[in-house]
């Protein structure tokens, strides 16, 4: 099975602009979670989406925004960009979670975005 | 979620068994613990998890106290490979959702 991709893997922007990433989850997966990663606070959650709605949100501001297509796949969008929101954003998917339990998430490889 | 605490750094020879250690000493009976490590500049990678039985698999064996406030992951013969930061998390069996909170985790260097 093909893991979890993630385009464009790097960007450059500068500040002000708004900016798109995509993830495609493993196949069959449905829930989908965004993550940010920065030297100075780790990786800290954005938000997840399963089954085209938004399950669980992290705490960022609303420039930080996601949406979830009926084939799985995701998209974020961060508008108008500030220079701290410069670093690696990662995907990750799993099956779903939930009564079943919660089952791991696998990650894909970042977008490595620099605002300017 | 129950918060873990992790050594910040450890070195281990190659070939030899890495032992990472876990301190989880809030969690409670519905929690399950779970490891991911995160190879220089990629996506955190799914190591192993467990609920109250030592686990292993092709990558790890994972080690759960009897009263389950601490945990070892073993990495049975370390390559350089390994060299990683290792996160330990625990996560309720029935979250609503996938939100994992990762810590500083454990930075591994494995030397030749």
């Known amino acids: 099975k093909a893991g979890v991709t993630q385009t464009p893997r790097y960007l450059i922007k500068t500040r002000g602009q708004q900016v798109t990433l995509s993830c495609s989850p493993i196949s069959g997966h449905r829930s989908v979670s965004w993550y940010q990663q920065t030297p100075g606070q780790g990786l800290q959650f954005l938000f997840e989406?399963?089954?085209?709605?938004?399950?669980n949100k992290g705490n960022f501001p609303g420039r930080f925004s996601g949406r979830q297509f009926s084939n799985s796949r995701s998209e974020m969008n961060v508008s108008t960009l500030e220079l701290g929101d410069s670093a690696l954003y990662l995907c990750?998917?799993?099956?779903?979670?939930?009564?079943?339990?919660?089952?791991?998430?696998?990650f894909g490889p970042g977008t490595r975005l620099l605002v300017l | 979620d129950a918060k873990t605490t992790q050594p910040p750094s450890m070195d281990c020879a190659e070939g030899r068994a890495a032992n990472l250690p876990c301190n989880h000493s809030?969690?409670?009976?519905?929690?399950?613990v779970y490891w991911y490590r995160q190879i220089h500049s990629q996506g955190p990678q799914y190591i192993i998890h467990?609920?109250?039985n030592n686990e292993t698999n092709e990558m790890a064996s994972l080690i759960i106290t009897e009263d389950r406030k601490s945990s070892t992951l073993i990495l049975p013969h370390a390559t350089l490979r390994d060299t990683a930061v290792y996160y330990c998390?625990?996560?309720?069996?029935?979250?609503?959702?996938?939100?994992?909170?990762f810590g500083g985790g454990t930075r591994v260097l494995v030397k030749p």
């Open positions: 467990g609920l109250k």
């Open positions: 809030t969690i409670s009976g519905n929690e399950y």
């Open positions: 998390i625990v996560r309720l069996i029935k979250a609503a959702g996938n939100k994992l909170t």
């Open positions: 989406y399963f089954s085209e709605t938004q399950r």
């Open positions: 990750a998917s799993s099956l779903g979670g939930g009564s079943g339990g919660v089952p791991p998430q696998y």
